[in-house]
Nanobody, 125 residues
Framework: QVQLKESGGGLVQAGGSLRLSCIFS?????????VGWFRQAPGKSREFIAG????????SYAISVKGRFTVTRDIVKSTADLQMNNLNVEDTAIYYC?????????????????WGQGTEVTVSS
């Protein structure tokens, strides 16, 4: 059974940076899975923010984070990271990583079979 666990969340001031990490474990090869990052702000629906292909060569981003966030993956370590720069208060949310065994990395939540528990990010003004 695939398990995902996020880490790296915390409290940061506006303009600051955080790096989230998602570690993959369990059944199947990490390199077979596409990975997506989502977030859910208080009182809002969960939204897609970034995705990365199986081999890490293709990425996609929501408009709201493009140019500020960067998603990468390390096949050897079985991790997918989300580097977040120039954070603002609107980035406050619980951040989730998700994995798709068919290699998808797009914005549709239903694509992803596996989800982490989330890590909380709070950006103060």
């Amino acid at each position: 059974q695939v398990q995902l666990k996020e880490s790296g969340g915390g409290l940061v001031q506006a303009g600051g940076s955080l790096r989230l990490s998602c570690i993959f474990s369990g059944g199947g090869a990490f390199s077979n899975h596409g990975v997506g990052w989502f977030r859910q702000a208080p009182g809002k629906s969960r939204e897609f923010i970034a995705g990365i292909s199986r081999n890490g060569e293709t990425t996609s981003y929501a408009i709201s984070v493009k140019g500020r966030f960067t998603v990468t993956r390390d096949i050897v370590k079985s991790t997918a990271d989300l580097q977040m720069n120039n954070l603002n208060v609107e980035d406050t949310a619980i951040y989730y990583c998700a994995a798709d065994a068919d290699g998808g990395f797009g914005g549709l939540e239903a694509l992803y079979e596996y989800w982490g528990q989330g890590t909380e990010v709070t950006v103060s003004s």
